[in-house]
């Protein structure tokens, strides 16, 4: 959603690079590039006004002018009045001293509430509570039933006495559901109401009906991310009318501007709480103004990337995968392994997402939107065609084994021999540093085999190495010496023998990043 804005930021930051001090001339550039940037995402006028006015005030300010590195100081205030205008700290959700916990969404018809009344029932289930949807929405035709079908997919309760379509009284709905959810220990109940296609009084007296029938604990505005400025304007006139708590931005995996985040919190003074970002139950989180605010500057979001990885991953099976790697160079790690670690990753969601995660993708942002997430499943196909014979030992594949593979799989031959090679290589690799030798060509990480103390202690030793006063050996020694430098510049990538690297391929996931 924020790709455009992303891009102009890093462009006018680009601009700053190498400059030793920056004039007053560079500060309103820059600030010029920014204002355009921000407008041009559809963000309101008086928040990019106050946004501007508070980056000018301290890019003059002593914390540029006595900065080692300008233009890193310009970039840090950024980001910092980024996370000011989204809301700042990250806002929980209050719970009841005395159970249930009463949340009540409302908002415009369209903006998603129903299905996200799901997915904020599976987020509270996984954190260990008992939320109970209750079906409100008694205008819109089928609002119960799409209800009842969200939560039996979410695996929570629901509570829908009334038919809807036109039939039954929300308020005593919503009232009557208070007293079902004490009698079955629910200690969350969420009340979806029901929206209108704009502003109207009816709506607005109906919520307030049932605000007033329930007395809710949070009452969270939910907002389409992708409709701009009127989604301000709708939360000004739902927080003067009936009033919110938290706000609730769904489709933020739209390709709008999104404006309309960056404003709403500042604009309303109310923090946003959750962000809905795909279609899926699971696309549903916390909403942290420190993670957005990295993610639009193209420095990435690893604590959320790290959080879904220990949702996904247990810590017993991580540890028993080391271990297969790090014993016997790696050949305790078969096939299984490798679809079962394969198919841990896809539950953490599309592969394009999880790179865009990561800082400085947003340089090759159009190649990780290109990604064919089939390749993985076309992968695990192939996996799955072979005997546990196969997959316990790659090497007796064979080229009649490779063709009944390729068959079973639907896929050409060569993509079969293709990837028992990249998986040889891939095991390679992750045994070498699984027992601390680092990347192979590459210095090891601090702390690891390989690192830049192994480096300093075999240079001392090759500093302190004597030559052969014996004539006839030091002659052997030299031409040892020439033999291994030859090897070593005909040798290819990793330090594979140059024979053995002619046939090495890349993985097509990373041949698309080469150009």
Known sequence: MFDTLSDRLS????????????????????AREIRIALLEADVALPVVRAFIANIKERARGAEVSQALNPAQQVVKIVNEELVGILGGETRRLRFAKNPPTVIMLAGLQGAGKTTLAGKLGLWLKAQGHSPLLVACDLQRPNAVNQLSVVAERA?????????????????????????????????????????RLGIDEELMRQAADIRDAVSPDEILFVVDAMIGQDAVNTAEA????????????????????????????????????????????????????????????????????????????????????????????????????????????????????LLGMLPGMGQIKDQINNIDERDVDRTAAIIKSMTPKERAEPTIINGSRRARIAKGSGVEVSAVKNLVERFFEARKMMSKMAQG?????MPG???????????KKQVKQAKGKRKSGNPMKRKAEEAAEAARREQAAQGGAFNLPAQEDKNFELPDEFKKFMG
């Open 437 to 441: 030798g680092g990347m192979p060509g």
């Open 238 to 353: 739902f927080r003067d009318g009936v009033g919110f708590d938290g706000v609730v931005l769904s489709k933020l995996d739209g390709d709008a501007r999104g404006g309309a985040a960056l404003s709403i919190a500042h604009v309303t003074g109310k923090q946003i709480m959750f962000a809905s970002n795909g279609e899926k139950l699971e696309d549903f989180d916390a909403f942290h103004p420190d993670r957005m605010a990295s993610r639009i500057l193209d420095m990435g979001d690893l604590l959320t990337l790290i959080e879904q990885a220990e949702k996904t991953f247990s810590q017993e099976e991580a540890s028993k995968m080391a271990s297969k790697l790090a014993s016997s160079k790696g050949k305790d790690f078969t096939l299984d392994d490798f679809l079962a670690q394969m198919e841990q990753v896809r539950k953490m969601g599309s592969i394009s997402k």
């Open 445 to 455: 990480m601090p702390g690891m085999g390989g690192g830049p103390g192994r480096q």
């Open 11 to 30: 462009a006018t930051f680009k601009n700053l690079r190498g400059k030793g001090r920056l004039s007053e001339a560079d500060i309103d550039a820059t």
């Open 155 to 195: 695996g929570v309760a629901v509570y829908a006495p009334q038919p809807g379509n036109g039939v039954g009284d929300p308020v005593a709905v919503a009232k009557d559901s208070i007293e079902f959810a004490k009698a079955k220990v629910h200690d969350i109940v969420i009340v979806d109401t029901a929206g």
